[in-house]
């Protein structure tokens, strides 16, 4: 994305707080991407039109904006098969050692200032800050 401006991201950062309020005053819940897709693969029917309601409004509203703003899915990294593949590895098991997601702890656990969800923010920042360091400066990658 090549027009990024601090008003997008203000906008941007508002509609995920509120939406992320908005489902919790509704539900009762936290709108932790991870545990909802979870709770899909589990046996239980408990909650789970919520989670497909929930999942599937996420990849409509990414459809649409990719048919909107197009430009906002521009990228120059496109990775191999297998780095995306042990990537999102990674991604899935850090998300169940950490017992949640960036968006269950970092958006919605910060916010109430749930003290375990700014230890695991602040490992996820940390680490991928480690990523991003590692990946660029050691193994020459990206940009």
């Known amino acids: 994305m090549h027009d ?7 906008i941007g950062g508002a509609l995920i707080g509120l939406s992320a309020s908005l489902f919790l005053l509704a539900h ?37 904006l990719r048919f909107v703003f197009p430009a906002a899915f521009d990228t120059t990294w496109t990775p191999t098969l297998p780095l995306a593949l042990v990537a999102g590895f990674l991604v899935g098991f850090g998300t169940q050692l950490g017992n949640g997601c960036t968006s269950g702890h970092g ?14 923010t602040g490992t996820f920042m940390a680490t991928g800050f480690a990523t991003v360091f590692v990946a660029r400066h050691l193994l020459g990658g990206g940009r």
């Open 4 to 10: 990024f401006s601090p008003g997008s991201a203000l």
């Open 28 to 64: 009762g819940r936290i709108a932790g991407i991870s545990g909802l897709f979870g709770g899909l693969l589990r046996r239980t029917t408990e909650g789970r039109a919520l989670r497909v309601a929930f999942l599937g409004g996420l990849l409509v509203g990414g459809a649409v």
């Open 107 to 120: 958006i919605c656990g910060v916010s109430r200032l749930s003290a375990r969800s700014l230890v695991a």
